[in-house]
Structures are given as structure tokens and as C-alpha cells.
């Protein structure tokens, strides 16, 4: 599967909303830096910060075991599959944030913000 990525910190520095269809779109067409968009893939066995490691990225985590939320990402394309989470609530797992310490791709395209940690509803989660 391959993954597209977006450095949530990107969406403050330029007034994006989370909920914007158009992000993606946005964020291929203003230049970002390789570590804040772009794309790798994931392969079988590997989680999605797993992958992220593997492929050269400095994804946040802190427990690796789904007990924070520190690897929290919002998935706005694609679906994940997601094993043993302690931390997020259905609320927060219907409004598409996994974490991606313990998910894995379950559609070959996904699109994914990282490093939603500080948003209301994770910040309090992290250790
Ligand atoms: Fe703690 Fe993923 S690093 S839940």
C-alpha cells in the first residue's frame, strides 16, 4: 500500500482545516519539505510509523505498544486496520485517528495527517 502524508504542524502555519477535501491537493501544490508531505509504502509486517522509520521519517511516538497517543494520526483517505488500542475512544476512532504505532494499511492508497498529538481530545492521552 502506499501511503500520502501530511505534517499536521503544515495546516497551522497555513490556515488548512483537517476536514478540508482539498488538503492533499493543497499541500502537493505549495513546495513542502520531503519530511512534511510526500509519499512511501508500506510493506506487509510493518506498521504505518514502522514504515514511516523504515523509509528515512521521524514520525512522534513514545510507547510503540498503543497506551499513548503521541503516534496518533487522523486517516482522511483509506482505511486502516487497527489492533489493541487502549488510549482512543470510539469518538476519536470514528473521526478516523489511529494509532499508528499498532495499524496497518487495509487499502492500497491511503492519506494520512501525523503528528496530531496536541489536537484537543489527544494532548491530555500522551504520556
Ligand atoms: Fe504510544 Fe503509539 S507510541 S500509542
Not at 53 to 79: H, K, L, M, T, Y
Not at 88 to 109: K, N, V, Y
Request: net charge negative; glycine share 8%; proline share 4%.
Amino acid at each position: 500500500p502506499e501511503v500520502e502524508f501530511l505534517n499536521y504542524e503544515i495546516l497551522d502555519d497555513y490556515g488548512w482545516e483537517i476536514d478540508d477535501d482539498d488538503l492533499f491537493r493543497k499541500a502537493a501544490a505549495v513546495g513542502l519539505d520531503p519530511e512534511d508531505y510526500g509519499r512511501f509504502q508500506v510493506e506487509s509486517n510493518e506498521s504505518l510509523l514502522e514504515a514511516a522509520e523504515n523509509r528515512g521519517f521521524e514520525w512522534p511516538f513514545a510507547c510503540r505498544g498503543g497506551a499513548c497517543a503521541n503516534c496518533a494520526v487522523a486517516v482522511v483517505g483509506g482505511e486502516t486496520e487497527m489492533f489493541s488500542n487502549h488510549v482512543l475512544s470510539s469518538e476519536m476512532t470514528d473521526r478516523g485517528f489511529r494509532l499508528s504505532c499498532i495499524c496497518e494499511p487495509a487499502t492500497d492508497d491511503m492519506q494520512v495527517i501525523y503528528n496530531v498529538k496536541h489536537l484537543p481530545g489527544l494532548d491530555e492521552l500522551r504520556l
